[in-house]
């Protein structure tokens, strides 16, 4: 096998990606942080050098980790934070069968919307569109703070909350409105220099904290081929929409009219519970070719949202490499919301997913509490974890109890989306589909709705399922899975993992 080897400095820097200075995060000094690329079955080697006042990890979003779940990043589950000053190598195997385009991320508190983010490429002849098309770029969408998420959170998680009215007033839990949307990093600065006659493979990334994004190039149809990694039966559309941490690959060609273009990624800031006003929604970037770029003065899809547009979970995905879930031999029900709680410091809305607010216990990562004790640990009552003693075949039915709707991200497994709909799921009802059903790493939950996934619990080890909105995850709206704890003693976790866990001060990541 191949390693493809990288080094990441991660630090504290001064930037303007929206034209307002502030300090953010980087990784090595860029923003974002560089491509990683491999193959598939390449072993990754990333050694990470921590620069920042605070612990940090970095997890590879949609890496499958068989047999390396303390590899995964995720600061409180799969390991401690990496400390100021010190550096951490993550060391894996890029699964045989996963291709397509993923990202990585810091996982530690809302860390990462201050900037630990980037994109990760994995490039396979399996890949059903494989040579079929010319060239390769990154359309990377983010929402954007002018200040660091640290002191927002501790706003948002506050009795009186972002806006002063956060307990017993009218929004209860409402998260800190972005001040700018971002395309590859940049508010409206961003250009695409493309050759005419050819095909180019958008591989779009949804790096952001809250906010949902519709993409679209003007006067460019968009043939949607990939979603989170799985080749899908290719859609032609105006529109796709994207919710936080997923992926999406289009074909577009530079067939039209030599000249510029506007590519937009417009927020979906519908779905804020308090709003911005100052928020420009329509970020703008440039797509040139067979022309000097000028500023593109062309227009906007007239066709109304959703006409022509990607249908997220449904219809609109079916992969293109076929394949029927298993019957389910397990099925639990989850309900999240948000609620009101006395804590000791105040009342505070936090998220819950049945009776359980997660809170990240970063000296003592559920991983490494279930190696060292066997399967019969129990966990505290801020952690759910669902426990597999067998690969099972496990339906999870997701209900929503918030008006908005919810990005729900599982580590370490590719699941099917078997069915969604509008209130609570009812057992029995027939609209769950086993036929081809899509499958991703990343789901949108519908406000007020419920979805139904099935997965297999086959890789060992302590895996997060939680809602990919920073804010949502760093109130607690996160559980876990733990697959065959019976293997999870043998798992070949490094001896410099619990070190590091040893040496913690404690209260090492803001939050
Ligand atoms: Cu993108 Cu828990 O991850």
């Not at 900037?115 to 994995?122: A, D, K, R």
């Not at 008006?403 to 989306?417: E, K, M, T």
Request: hydrophobic share 35%; with cysteine; glycine share 8%.
């Amino acid at each position: 096998t191949t390693t493809r080897y990288y080094e990441f400095v991660i630090s504290e820097a001064t930037g303007s990606p929206n034209g307002f200075e502030r300090t953010m995060l980087v990784v090595n000094n860029q923003f974002p942080g560089p491509l990683v690329e491999v193959n598939s079955g390449d072993e990754l080697v990333v050694n990470v050098f921590n620069q920042l006042p605070n612990g940090t990890t970095i997890h590879w979003h949609g890496q499958l980790q068989n047999g390396t779940n303390y590899m995964d990043g995720t600061n409180g589950i799969t390991q401690c934070p990496i400390p100021p000053g010190m550096n951490f190598t993550y060391r894996f195997t890029i699964n045989p069968s996963q291709y397509g385009t993923f990202w990585y991320h810091a996982h530690a508190s809302t860390q990462y919307t201050d900037g630990i983010y980037g994109p990760l490429v994995i490039h396979s002849p399996s890949e059903p569109i494989f040579g079929q098309y010319d060239r390769d770029a990154l359309v990377i969408l983010s929402d954007w703070y002018d200040v660091m998420s640290s002191g927002l959170l501790t706003q948002y998680l506050s009795s009186a909350g972002i806006d002063g009215s956060n307990y017993g007033g009218v929004n209860p839990g409402a998260e800190p409105p972005p001040d700018s949307g971002l395309i590859n990093g940049k508010m409206n600065g961003s250009s695409f220099d493309l050759e005419p006659n050819l095909s180019y493979r958008l591989r779009i990334i949804n790096m952001g904290t809250l906010t949902e994004f519709m993409f679209s190039v003007d006067s460019h149809v968009l043939s949607v081929v990939e979603a989170d990694g799985i080749s899908i039966e290719p859609v032609n559309v105006h529109r796709v929409p994207i919710h936080v941490a997923q992926r999406y690959s289009v074909i577009l060609t530079t067939n039209q009219t030599a000249g510029s273009y506007n590519v937009r990624g417009e927020m979906q800031s519908s779905c804020y519970k308090l709003s911005n006003p100052n928020l420009n929604t329509m970020v703008l970037a440039t797509m040139t070719y067979g022309a000097s770029p000028t500023t593109p003065n062309t227009q906007d899809w007239s066709d109304a949202i959703p006409a022509l547009c990607l249908d997220l979970n449904s219809t609109m995905i079916v992969p293109q490499i076929a394949m029927d879930p298993p019957n389910s031999t397990d099925v639990v029900q989850v309900f999240m919301s948000f609620q009101q709680t006395i804590q000791s410091g105040g009342t505070q809305t936090l998220a819950f997913m049945n009776s359980t607010s997660w809170l990240s216990d970063t000296t003592n990562p559920t991983l490494l509490q279930m190696s060292k004790a066997g399967i019969q640990t129990t966990f505290d009552s801020n952690q759910l974890v669902v426990v597999n003693d067998n690969i099972t075949v496990f339906d999870l039915i997701l209900n929503n109890y918030d008006d908005a709707s919810h990005p729900f991200h599982l580590h370490g497994h590719v699941f099917w989306i078997l069915g969604e709909g509008d209130g609570s799921y009812t057992s029995g009802v027939s609209q769950l589909s086993t036929t081809n059903p899509p499958r991703r790493d990343t789901l949108t939950l519908p406000g007020y709705g419920w979805v139904a996934i099935r997965f297999i619990t086959d890789n060992p080890g302590l895996w997060a399922f939680h809602c990919h909105i920073g804010w949502h995850m760093a109130a607690g709206l996160l559980m876990q899975f733990a697959d065959l704890p019976g293997q999870i003693q043998q798992l070949q976790i490094p001896s410099y993992l619990s070190d590091q866990c040893a040496q913690q001060g404690g209260g090492v990541v803001a939050n």
